[in-house]
Structures are given as structure tokens and as C-alpha cells.
Nanobody
Framework: VQLQACGGGLVQAGGSLRLSCAVSGFTSDYYTIGWFRQAPGKEREFVAAATWSGGSTYYAGSVKGRFTISRDNAKNTVYLQMNSLKPEDTAVYYC?????????????????WGQGTLVTVSS
């Protein structure tokens, strides 16, 4: 299983970015894909998650209403649209696959991780 995340960059506060995560090598349709982020000196934290086939989505309170997770099943790709970005959104963003079920909130439940993409929001 491979996850390839991209789309990070430098943006001014109030701006937008869209991250992409291409998933390959996973044969089941029943899994959850999540986005996490890790800022310097901080622990990795949950951002958003979506079930691949069920269409359910979940968000951290800090991003709800600003970020949107979506997927393109035909392309095996999940997106994270980030609007109204704030300097505190600055972090390396990771996508990950949760294949065994259970809580989408905890990073240690996820089985496969992408390499991360850096998002920097300037004030």
C-alpha cells in the first residue's frame, strides 16, 4: 500500500490550498482515510477523515467549517480543501489509511502513512 500526498506550499493567512493523497495497492473498499498534521514541537493531531465507501466525514473542531475532505473513487484519491487558512494551520500534513476499523481520531490506529506535505501559512 502506498500513499502519495502533495499540494502543500506557502500561502498567506486567509488563503486556500488543496492537498491530495493518492492511494494505491489497497484492495478493499472498506477503509477510512484520514488527514493528520504535525507542527514543530507538537504531537501529530487529527484533522479530518472520510470513509472510502460510506461517505461519512469527520473533522477536528479547529478546522470544521474551513476544511473539507472529499474523495474521487475513480482516481483513488482523497482531497483536503483548506480555506481561510491561519498561521496556526502551519504543519506537515499526512494522509493515512485505517483498515481495521475503530476510532478514526487516533493516529496510532492507522496502518499506512504517506510521506507528508508541508503547509506554511504566513501572517
Amino acid at each position: 500500500v502506498q500513499l502519495q500526498a502533495c499540494g502543500g506550499g506557502l500561502v498567506q493567512a486567509g488563503g486556500s490550498l488543496r492537498l491530495s493523497c493518492a492511494v494505491s495497492g489497497f484492495t478493499s473498499d472498506y477503509y477510512t482515510i484520514g488527514w493528520f498534521r504535525q507542527a514543530p514541537g507538537k504531537e501529530r493531531e487529527f484533522v479530518a477523515a472520510a470513509t472510502w465507501s460510506g461517505g461519512s466525514t469527520y473533522y477536528a473542531g479547529s478546522v470544521k467549517g474551513r476544511f473539507t475532505i472529499s474523495r474521487d473513487n475513480a482516481k483513488n484519491t482523497v482531497y483536503l480543501q483548506m480555506n481561510s487558512l491561519k498561521p496556526e494551520d502551519t504543519a506537515v500534513y499526512y494522509c493515512a489509511v485505517l483498515s481495521r476499523g475503530g476510532s478514526y481520531y487516533y493516529a496510532n490506529r492507522y496502518d499506512y502513512w504517506g510521506q507528508g506535505t508541508l503547509v506554511t501559512v504566513s501572517s
